[in-house]
C-alpha cells in the first residue's frame, strides 16, 4: 500500500488526566488542547524534508527568511498557539524510528485573514499538492500521489479522500487489500467551510449528508494504514470532546468600519431575499438547514454528483455509519444553504471557491471567468469594498508550459468542478441593495 494512503485531516485526541490542584477541563476546552497539542499519526516526513524542501524549487540557495518563504510557497499560516516553529497546520509526530514532521487539521482548517490566523477557518491558500510532493520528494521519495490531492490552490479533493481511504477497508475497519473501488473523483474542488458553523447546522458537508452531531464522520480522516480498529475505538470518547470544541466556536468580528445605517437597510433586504434559506441573526436567530435541488440552485454539480451510491452505502454499513443512534451517509437533491456567520472571514465563496467576493455572489455578471490572487491574507490582500479577496482577471489561458505550481494559482471556471454559475438570487438587486446587503453581511 502507497505511504500516501492516509488522511489528510485527521481529527483525534485522547483526553489529558487532571493533575491534582488543577481545574478541571471542559470537554469543549479538552477539545482545543488536543486539536493544538497532539499528533495522532504518523509523521509523513523525516525531520529534514522541510528545511531541504527548496531544494524542490528550482533555486540556487535556500532562500534567507525560509520560514516566511515556506509559508509563502505552500500557503500556510503563522500558528496562533507553540508549535515548536512550525507553520499551522503541520506538526512534530513520531516515525517509525525518531520524530519527524506530520499534518494535523489546521492544514486545511486553520486560515488566516487581514493579517491574522484563526483555528477553524478554512485555508483558502493552500496548496495541498505542492507540500506532499516537494516534501516527499526532499525525502529521496518520487513525489507520486495516488490521485490528485488538489487541482486549484485554496481548494482540496477532500471528498476523494475519503472515498479512497475507505476502500482500504472491511465494515469493521480492518485492513483490506486490494482496495475496493468505491467512485473515487478527483475533480470536486471543495472549498473548507469554517467550523463555527457546525454550531447551527443539524448536517454537514456541502451536500447536507449527514448527521452534524456524528463523532464517528469526523475520524474517517483516522484512516491510515497502521491505524487500528482498536484505535478507532479508543480514541471515540476523545474525540467527542473536539466535537464539543466545534460546536461551540464563535466566528470572527469583522475588523473594520462597518457602515451602521447602511447596513440597518441591508438587513431589511436580506430578510426580504436572502433569510429563507440562511435564517436570520442576533439573539433570536434562526436556521432553516435546507438542502436547495441541485434544479433550482444551478452550482457546479461536481461535488453532488462526485461522491456515488457506492461510496454512501459502504460508509452506512461501515463503523462509521453504525454509530447510535445511527448516522449513515444519505444521497441529498442538491447543496445545503450554510448559515452566513463570520462569512466576511470566509472568502473565496461557493462549494468549490469558484466565487472571489460577496459582491459576485449577489451579482453573476460580476464574477470573473478565469483569475488568480496573491494568495496572501494580510489588510492589502482583502477587498473591503466587495468583501472577499482581491483577485486579477486573466483574460486568456494560461501558457502550456506553465508549472503546475503555477497554474495551480489560476482559478479557471471553465475546467470541470470549477463552474461558478448559479445561485442568481441577487440579479434582481439593485446596485446600492447589494451594497447594503453586504454591509449587513459584515455584522454577522
Known sequence: MKRFAVALFVLAAASAPVVAGEKELTPAERGYKALTETAFIPAFWTPNALPNAWKQWGVKSKPADYDATVRDRYGLHAAPYPNDGLPMGFRKAQRLLNTGVGIDCMLCHGGSVAGK??????????????IFEELSKADGLSGALPFTFANVR???????????LLGFRN????????????????????????????KKKKTIYHTGATDSRSVRTLMQFMMHPLTTTKDFERHEPAFRDISAYLTGMEPPKYPFAIDKEKAAKGETVFKQNCA???????????????VIPLSEIGTDPNRHRGIEEAYGKEYSESWFGKEQPAKPLRMTAGYQAPPLDGVWATAPYFHNGSVPTLDGVLNSK???????????????????????????????????????????????????????????????????????VIEYLKTL
Not at 478554512?122 to 496548496?127: E, I, M, T, V, Y
Not at 485554496?154 to 479512497?164: D, H, I, L, N, R
Not at 486568456?396 to 470549477?418: M, V, W
Request: charged share 25%.
Open 154 to 164: 485554496g481548494t482540496s479533493e477532500a471528498g476523494g479522500f475519503g472515498v479512497y
Open 366 to 436: 460580476a464574477r470573473p471567468k478565469r483569475f488568480t490572487r496573491s494568495f496572501k491574507t494580510g489588510e492589502a490582500d482583502y477587498d473591503k469594498v466587495n468583501v472577499g479577496w482581491k483577485v486579477t482577471e486573466l483574460p486568456n489561458p494560461p501558457a502550456a508550459n506553465l508549472p503546475p505550481i503555477e497554474l495551480r494559482k489560476i482559478y479557471d471556471t471553465s475546467k470541470p468542478g470549477r463552474g461558478n454559475g448559479g445561485h442568481t438570487y441577487g440579479d434582481d438587486l439593485t446596485d446600492e441593495e447589494r451594497a447594503q
Open 117 to 130: 490566523s484563526y483555528v477553524g477557518l478554512g485555508n483558502a491558500s493552500l496548496d495541498v499538492q505542492a
Open 171 to 198: 465494515p469493521d475497519l480492518s485492513l483490506r487489500a486490494p482496495r475496493k473501488e468505491l467512485g473515487l473523483h478527483d475533480d470536486l474542488c471543495e472549498d473548507v467551510p469554517a467550523w463555527w458553523l457546525m
Open 276 to 290: 429563507r434559506c440562511h435564517g436570520t441573526y442576533g439573539e433570536k436567530w434562526t436556521y432553516p438547514n435546507k
